[in-house]
Nanobody, 121 residues
Framework: QVQLVESGGGLVQAGGSLSLFCAAS????????MCWYRQAPGQQRELVAGISPSGGTNYADSVKGRFTISRDNAKNAVYLQMTSLKPEDTAVYYC???????????????WGQGTQVTVPS
């Protein structure tokens, strides 16, 4: 089994900062990619940021320059540092990882439980 556990959400005033954390545990051989998605009420889930094994990153245009994704391969963890938060950043944030399991040797996408980020207008 593989599990992703997130933490770090909360309520923050506009212009403030929050950091999200997500760690994977279980039968893990390799973590291929790590991403953060978000879903606002009534909206589709959207990609916020992603990071490759080599550290290459990509961001949604709406968060470029404000959010930073990073990973700690030794801890099987991914972080999302969010600054200059806006009311439109309010959403449930989900981490996801594409993982090759140790046994059976399969590749699957795993999702965290989601963490709420609220930025009041």
């Amino acid at each position: 089994q593989v599990q992703l556990v997130e933490s770090g959400g909360g309520l923050v005033q506009a212009g403030g900062s929050l950091s999200l954390f997500c760690a994977a545990s279980g039968s893990i051989n390799t973590i291929i990619s790590m991403c953060w998605y978000r879903q606002a009420p009534g909206q589709q889930r959207e990609l916020v940021a992603g990071i490759s094994p080599s550290g290459g990153t990509n961001y949604a245009d709406s968060v470029k320059g404000r959010f930073t994704i990073s990973r700690d391969n030794a801890k099987n963890a991914v972080y999302l540092q969010m600054t200059s938060l806006k009311p439109e950043d309010t959403a449930v944030y989900y981490c996801t990882m594409r993982i090759i399991r140790s046994y059976p040797h399969t590749t699957n996408d795993y999702w965290g439980q989601g963490t709420q980020v609220t930025v009041p207008s």
